[in-house]
């Protein structure tokens, strides 16, 4: 099943999962935001049940999009297994909403007033090793000569503090827009009309995209971050969909990436294929 919530609470997995490791593609995907599971020892981190299962605690339908872009693509595919509330791998550890004490309008009181030591515990049980994963894998790559493209994949809530979000997908760029670009480009080859997010909801200024700037641009790989409205892949057929269009894009995006003109150029052929 896609959205098996429940039995996440609370069940022993390691802080990450790695999908795929020795796919043949170029792209490397990488979810942050996977699971709603909280470790044992945080019991329900205050929570109620219908709060574990929201935005807040993680991106609902991202990884089965990420699950099923991996296996269209043969991609590698990297998440974390930890609920964000528990410690958000998408966030620098030195930040201040590492470890959130409100988000949107909810207070995470189990997360206030935390010690130095247990902020230390969890970014060395379930941040640390997320990072060093990607690393790892990035660091192969690297050394044996790979092509290596970034893809993160979030999904974000349709309202947001009461303001309703128009877009079913939005794409945000790190350092450099030229992948990002080249796949909004391919987005908009195969749908005119379609409502394409441009740093939205949210861009890297606002510090929501550690692990693209700190992987994508840290190393100067082609990179993106993907964000899919929830409501767009709640049901299996949304999540199919979604994985069929980004593989399709991601690989006319791969070729197209030199300029953002042959990239709409190729699109627009690939329509009506
Ligand atoms: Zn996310």
């Known amino acids: 099943m896609v959205h098996d919530h ?9 802080p990450v999962l790695v999908v795929n490791g020795e796919g043949a593609s170029p792209f490397i995907l990488a979810c942050d935001h996977a699971s709603n599971r909280i470790p044992e020892e945080y019991g329900d981190l205050g929570l109620t049940p219908v709060q574990r299962l929201m935005h807040i605690a993680w991106d609902p339908g991202a990884l089965a999009v990420a699950h099923e872009l991996s296996e269209r693509l043969d991609a590698p595919l990297i998440h974390s297994t930890v609920c964000r509330l528990v410690i958000d791998c998408n966030r620098a550890s030195d ?23 247990e902020r230390q515990k969890r970014i060395a049980k379930y941040h640390a090793p997320f990072h060093a994963t990607i690393d790892a894998m990035l660091d192969a790559r690297k050394a044996a000569g790979l092509e290596t493209i970034l893809i993160t994949v979030h999904s974000f809530t349709p309202v947001y503090k009461g303001a309703p979000r128009p877009w079913p997908i939005g794409l945000i760029h790190g350092t450099d827009p030229t992948f ?29 995209t550690y692990t693209l700037e700190h992987h994508g641009d840290g190393r100067g790989l082609d990179a993106t971050m993907i964000e899919i409205r929830h409501d767009e892949i709640l049901e299996h057929a949304g999540v199919a969909q979604w994985a069929d269009r980004l593989a399709r894009c991601l690989e006319i995006a791969r070729g197209g990436r030199a300029g953002a003109a042959k990239t709409e150029l190729l699109g627009s052929t690939r329509r009506h294929p």
């Open 180 to 208: 990002t670009g080249a796949l909004r480009g391919a987005l908009l080859g195969e749908d005119p009309d379609l409502n394409v997010g441009w740093n939205e909801p949210y861009s890297a200024m606002n510090g929501v």
């Open 6 to 14: 429940s039995a996440h609470v609370g069940r022993s997995q390691p």
């Open 95 to 117: 930040k201040h909403d590492l470890i959130p004490v409100v988000s949107e309008r909810t207070d995470i009181a189990a997360n206030v007033g935390l010690s130095d030591a």
